[in-house]
């Protein structure tokens, strides 16, 4: 079964500041990995999207990296700011075709960006 | 509508209680998705729809646990003889395809915050 950890649970850093938030995943065979952002009272919101065949992808001041042999993806976030604080979560889309894909999330990275 | 939506927000249940959980998806879209999610967990699946047909329930818990979605729109989540272990976040996606699978975008809607007591 994929096992999804995030690390660290939580992070606070002054704004301005850049951070690498860590993703790891147990079962190499991902077809996907995915980072969504989570708010308080809302639902997630996708950011990036890696395809099993790229290693990274990038959208504004987000950067996302995956390496499949190891295990890993990490989400860095370029001068961050307050409004980047939330619950970032990773997640690997697993399946074998048709209706099998399923999301596993790991159990995300709470951050706060001090103003 | 403008996004994914859900009714109730949040529901105090007392234990033994039948709940029903609703989800609008955004209009059109085929694939629907619950998930649960428990405090300080990440999501996890419960179901999947590609219009009425419910073509996966593997993530239910157990049989206390029921989805329908009789139209291919509304999806109701029917929690029967609430127990404390069920108190989490209830979320439903839906997205545009009938693939159900990570070439599609899932959107998701705020939750339903369920508290058994």
């Known amino acids: 079964k994929q096992e999804v950890t995030q690390i660290p649970a939580a992070l606070s850093v002054p704004e301005g500041e850049n951070l690498v938030l860590n993703c790891s995943f147990t079962?190499?065979?991902?077809?996907?990995l995915q980072w969504f952002r989570q708010d308080p009272g809302k639902g997630l919101t996708s950011l990036l999207l890696?395809?099993?065949?790229?290693r990274e992808q990038t959208s504004g001041r987000l950067n996302a990296s995956l390496d499949k042999s190891s295990g890993r993806s990490t989400l860095y976030i370029a001068a961050s700011q307050p409004g980047d604080s939330a619950t970032y979560l990773c997640?690997?889309?697993?399946?074998?075709?048709?209706?099998?894909?399923?999301?596993?999330f790991g159990k995300g990275t709470l951050l706060t960006v001090n103003p | 509508g403008a996004g994914v939506s859900q009714s109730p927000r949040y529901k105090v249940a007392k234990r033994g209680q039948d709940v029903a959980l609703r989800c609008d998806p955004i209009s059109g879209h085929v694939s629907l998705f619950w998930y649960q999610q428990a405090l300080g967990q990440g999501p996890e699946f419960l179901t999947y729809f590609q219009n009425e047909a419910q073509l996966d329930k593997s993530g239910l818990p157990s049989d206390r646990f029921f989805a329908e979605r009789p139209e291919g729109s509304v999806s109701t989540l029917k929690i029967q003889r609430t127990q404390q272990e069920d108190s989490a976040v209830y979320l439903c996606a839906s997205s545009l395809g009938t693939s159900g699978g990570p070439q599609e975008t899932q959107y998701f809607g705020p939750g339903t915050r369920l508290l058994v007591l």
């Open positions: 890696i395809q099993s065949s790229q």
């Open positions: 079962d190499s065979a991902i077809y996907n």
């Open positions: 997640a690997a889309w697993v399946g074998s075709g048709g209706s099998n894909y399923k999301l596993t």
